[in-house]
């Protein structure tokens, strides 16, 4: 079973949603300033979150380093969002098994957060003698 399926689904990861919002903007280490919009406004995060617990096979919106490197500044602070979304969606609640999940692929997500790697734009040559570059 998915952690969306054990969360009850879209209405209730969205149900959650202000609890988390209120928690990051409690906490000293993170400033909503510049992700506020993605509460407020935005799809992304919301999408992004149900595609990561398994309600959604794809996920279409921003990159997850354009998503969450803006209020995920450092190491310590990635842990501590985690940490924030784990309480949330899990609470004290006997959900061992799930929080262990979205722990690891929270860890998964971790370098391309922190590190992300810009690719090399790749060269794209036309059949005719001019060429195109990407």
């Known amino acids: 079973m998915t952690i969306y399926l054990t969360l009850g689904g879209r209405n209730e990861i969205m149900r959650a949603m202000p609890r988390l919002q209120a928690r990051l903007e409690e906490d000293p280490c993170f400033d909503l300033a510049g992700f506020r919009q993605e509460f407020e406004r935005s799809d992304d995060f919301a999408e992004f979150?149900?595609?990561?617990?398994?309600?959604?096979?794809?996920?279409?919106?921003?990159p997850i380093s354009a998503l969450l490197s803006p209020l995920c500044t450092c190491a310590?602070?990635?842990?501590?969002?985690?940490d924030h979304l784990?309480?949330?969606?899990?609470?004290?609640?006997?959900?061992?098994?799930?929080?262990?999940?979205?722990?690891?692929?929270?860890?998964?997500?971790?370098?391309?957060v922190l590190n992300p790697k810009p690719t090399s734009p790749v060269l794209v040559y036309s059949v005719g003698p001019d060429r195109l570059s990407a």
């Open 49 to 62: 979150l149900i595609f990561l617990f398994g309600g959604a096979p794809f996920y279409e919106g921003k």
């Open 76 to 82: 310590d602070v990635y842990d501590r969002f985690v």
């Open 86 to 112: 784990v309480a949330v969606y899990f609470g004290e609640g006997g959900m061992a098994d799930s929080e262990e999940v979205l722990r690891e692929l929270m860890q998964r997500l971790r370098p391309q």
